[in-house]
């Protein structure tokens, strides 16, 4: 073994590989021959799942046009509207009553839609959107909690041909008016507030600060009641929904939108300070959508009844909350509050209450849990989970054997424990390629701890070297998607130009994705966290991720995050920040007895340099470390930007900690 694959070879220890039950696979929507259909002709396969997911209103002559690389066009010359597909065709095929979203407010209230009652709703709006002057092409910013007139709003523009922005709510004023102005939004849809840790908590302060310092391209804002709290009001410029939206007639002719029609538009952060205003448009991105929402959950929408906690606010409640859920005709919960209110419980007292089959989340999510013990989800019967999944980060073995263990083998609040736990998909994707590209098949693909493994059928990804050669199986280098794909960015808006540098300069003909990967002895792949957070010390690559991994295995650490500091000798040098889980017994040394850990698991080469014992990450709203800010500390530099923390204290704690 020579030294510099030692940390890839270590990675690849990973041995344990759990084969679908015979049971899960009979019953599976998804088989092999998925695999071989997409590898003997692609295009055919993408054409057929396109007929198969949706129902056009004209059908596509072409699948695919790649003359203006690498700007794509799919299913050319098809006309489709989202909202049909998700709302109308399932109430005329007689599952009207069917329910589309059973929501749960944070204080307890509840609702459920039927897909007849959606669909109405979802005409209203849509008639009340027209009547405010908003036509197709038209850009909506959406500003709203994870209520059902988030999912409404955003399917009454998309029967309209008006393109949503939506931003998340937890994002300030400035944020807001920056993306409102980028898109030249026309209408924001808003609420009063919503609820957070059992207190009301605004949103519309931010919609009047933002717009007011807008440049003007807003006609109208209209404001859900949700908390019922006093709010400022602009008359002729502030209306609220319940007098728009439920007067409007419940009559709508959907019609059909190019396939090419921008759906959406989504701002996500990159490696400069603007965010950049991801394009999707319609038919591609649907037809990914809809497939993989199928396939890698093994959706019976007769039957399942599916959970995804995201945000609206981020890609995965688009993907994975308004689009391929509804489309598919499935039944689903969404939630509005926080995991631990008004209790630690909150999540598995919803599994239990709808009888959740399908959950998807992200690791931070389950690591949160794992460190308030799992006597809390023991506490529940969460019999009727039988999928369960994971996006958004690198999901460490540790967090994935619990997530199986804890979750998906508990079959009630007594104890019992199923036979065959629930397979777990790791879903790799991002907000650009706007469905699942890298994820097991539940009851097809034998699953490894922590890999998200094969490409979905139809996608072709590989990891390049510096070169972009292809890396031979047990090494790593960079993820690139050598295909286009249909849900992939159409581009940036306003921005065709960093479109380009920012994806597709990197390697000649590929989309350079900006995460590390390697591929194991069987040519699955692992996701190695971003390209950035990968670290060079004397010559040897390092992953984050795989240090992080093995803290979190000690049964001190509860939680991790590591960074490369520059170094003059080794180029960087590797510093972890860790919350205990537990102080070590007899009084040992923890910074110690970690570093040792380390160098025992991995070997010295990855031992960290400093280890800090702190309070709390810094993360992102939607759970991502900020691993930039601890560089900062790590780097006795000033700490840089951290408007986007979820709680802006972290850091000053954090340097406390160092201090000390
Ligand atoms: C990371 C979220 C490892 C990755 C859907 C990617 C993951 C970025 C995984 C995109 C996963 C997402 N394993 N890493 N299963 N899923 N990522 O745009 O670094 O918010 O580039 O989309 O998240 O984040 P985004």
């Not at 396939?259 to 038919?283: D, M, Q, R």
């Amino acid at each position: 073994m020579s030294d510099k694959h030692s940390t890839l070879d270590n990675l690849s220890h990973e041995d344990r590989s759990f084969a679908p039950s015979a049971a899960f696979a009979a019953q599976a929507v998804a088989h092999e021959d998925l695999y071989r259909r997409a590898a003997e002709d692609r295009l055919g396969y993408w054409a057929d799942r396109a007929r198969e997911v949706l129902t056009w209103d004209t059908d596509f002559t072409q699948t695919l046009d790649w003359s203006e690389a690498p700007v794509a066009k799919w299913f050319v010359g098809g006309k489709v509207n989202a909202a049909y597909n998700a709302l109308d065709r399932h109430v005329e095929a007689g599952n009207g009553d069917r329910v589309a979203i059973h929501f749960e407010g944070e204080p307890g209230d509840t609702r459920s839609y039927t897909y007849a009652q959606l669909t109405d709703e979802v005409k209203r709006a849509a008639n009340a959107f027209e009547s405010l002057g908003v036509s197709t092409g038209d850009r909506v910013a959406v500003y709203l909690p994870m209520i059902p007139e988030a999912v409404i709003t955003m399917l009454a523009c998309a029967r309209i041909g008006a393109i949503h922005s939506v931003v998340f709510g937890g994002f300030s004023a400035d944020a807001l008016r920056s993306r409102i102005d980028d898109a030249e939004a026309k209408l924001v849809v808003t609420a009063d507030g919503t609820w957070r840790r059992g207190k009301p908590s605004p949103l519309k302060p931010a919609v009047d600060e933002a717009v007011a310092n807008c440049a003007g391209s807003v006609d109208n804002v209209l404001v859900v009641k949700r908390n019922g709290e006093d709010v400022a009001w602009t008359d002729g410029l502030d209306l609220w929904w319940d007098d728009v939206v439920p007067a409007a007639s419940p009559e709508h002719t959907a019609e059909g939108h190019d396939a090419e029609h921008p759906l959406f538009v989504l701002y996500t952060s990159g490696t400069t300070g603007k965010p950049k205003g991801i394009i999707h448009t319609t038919g591609g991105y649907l037809v990914q959508n809809a497939a993989t929402h199928r396939d890698t959950f093994d959706l019976h929408p007769e039957t399942d009844v599916f959970w995804c906690t995201a945000d609206i606010g981020w890609v995965t409640g688009h993907s994975y909350v308004t689009y391929g859920p509804l489309v598919n005709g499935a039944t689903q919960v969404i939630y509005e509050g926080t995991p631990d209110t008004p209790h630690q419980g909150r999540w598995w007292e919803i599994v239990e209450k709808y009888g959740v089959s399908i959950l998807y989340t992200a690791p931070t999510a389950i690591r949160t849990m794992m460190k308030w013990g799992r006597e809390i989800p023991d506490g529940y019967d969460l019999s009727s989970l039988r999928v369960l999944g994971s996006v958004g980060e690198p999901i460490n073995p540790e967090a994935w054997m619990w997530y199986r263990d804890v979750i998906g083998t508990n079959a009630g609040k007594n104890g019992e424990r199923k036979d065959e736990p629930t397979p777990i998909v790791d879903t790799w994707w991002q907000t650009e390629t706007g469905a699942h590209m890298i994820a097991p098949l539940p009851g097809v693909t034998a699953t490894k701890p922590g890999s998200a493994q094969v490409p979905v059928p139809g996608i072709t990804v590989d990891v390049v070297d510096e070169n972009g050669a292809s890396v031979a199986d047990g090494e790593g280098g960079y993820l690139v998607i050598r295909d286009p794909w249909p849900a992939m960015l159409r581009g940036i808006w306003g921005d065709m130009d960093r479109y380009r540098d920012t994806y597709w300069s990197r390697f000649e003909d590929m989309y350079f994705a900006g995460d590390g990967a390697k591929k194991d002895e069987d040519g699955d792949i692992w996701l190695l966290g971003r390209v950035d957070d990968v670290m060079n010390v004397s010559g040897h690559r390092l992953s984050t991720t795989e240090i992080e991994s093995s803290l979190v295995a000690n049964s001190l650490v509860a939680e991790a995050a590591v960074v490369g500091a520059k170094d003059e000798t080794t180029g960087e040098a590797v510093y972890a920040f860790v919350i205990l889980q537990r102080e070590p017994e007899g009084g040992e040394d923890v910074v110690e007895l970690l570093r040792a850990h380390v160098a025992k698991e991995i070997g010295a080469i990855a031992k960290p340099r400093g280890i800090f014992v702190v309070p709390e990450l810094p993360k992102t709203r939607s759970g991502k470390i900020m691993r930039r800010l601890l560089k900062d500390v790590a780097e006795g530099r000033e700490v840089g930007d951290s408007t986007t923390l979820a709680d802006a204290t972290v850091m000053a704690q954090i340097a406390d900690s160092v201090r000390r």
